[in-house]
């Protein structure tokens, strides 16, 4: 079974530039999780997406954004970007059992590193 | 908000020897997640502890949930270079699903041969 698939691997972008890192979800999996991993910052959520539909966003500005297709990949953009974006970027997916039960486990991919100069 | 802290947050120890990370978190949480991260990785689910007094093996790693105590312990018994990596706890945000985990600062693992 494929895992969580990310793409690109690294990105290298200007500052003010766009930056979009994509995500594939195990097959079977309906919920897609953005996070950032900043160095000196720890693990930060950034974004659910379900269905289709953003479920919750973590405290970033809006120039974060994403979408979530049809096929249950996403889209994560960054806009305006900030040398503070530099980051490793994980995405995650789930089985999302129901609104009480949660998820059972999230399986991260491996990552897409933005490095913003 | 919930908060998740882990200590020590390096350790450093010779192989062969035992040692144990804890993870102590702020509210109420039935879901405890352990990851490992080597360097420039990503993340590798290790456990999942769904409730009260929950313990998983695997290997020379055993996790374990209290969540009356609001904690968790991932025990390393006689450590071996492999096991070193970054250990990250991490919590749901409660009884309600928020897709939202709350990680730990992370305990790097140094093993000595």
């Known amino acids: 079974e494929a895992g969580v698939t990310q793409s690109p691997t690294h990105l290298i972008k200007t500052r003010g530039q766009q930056a979009t890192l994509r995500c594939s979800p195990i097959s079977g999996h309906t919920s897609v999780y953005w996070y950032q991993q900043a160095l000196g910052l720890g693990l930060q959520f950034l974004l659910w997406y379900d269905e289709g539909e953003e479920r919750n966003r973590g405290n970033f500005p809006p120039r974060f954004s994403g979408r979530q297709f049809p096929n249950y990949s996403s889209e994560l953009n960054v806009n305006a970007l900030e040398l503070e974006d530099s980051a490793l970027y994980l995405c995650?997916?789930?089985?999302?059992?129901?609104?009480?039960?949660?998820?059972?486990?999230?399986?991260f991919g491996s990552g897409t590193r933005l490095t913003v100069v | 908000e919930l908060k998740v802290e882990q200590n020590p947050l390096f350790l450093s120890m010779q192989e062969g020897k035992n040692y144990t990370i804890y993870c102590n978190y702020s509210t109420t949480s039935d879901r405890l997640y352990w990851y490992r991260q080597d360097p420039g990785k990503s993340l590798e689910s290790l456990f999942v502890?769904?409730?009260?007094?929950a313990v998983k093996q695997e290997g020379r790693l055993m996790a374990s949930l209290d969540t009356k105590a609001r904690l968790s312990t991932l025990h390393i018994t006689a450590a071996v270079h492999d096991l070193s990596a970054t250990y990250f706890c991490a919590v749901d945000n409660g009884s309600s699903n928020t897709g939202k985990l709350i990680f730990g600062q992370g305990t790097t693992l140094q093993v000595k041969p």
């Open positions: 502890l769904l409730s009260n007094g």
């Open positions: 995650a997916s789930s089985l999302v059992l129901g609104p009480q039960n949660g998820p059972y486990g999230y399986t």
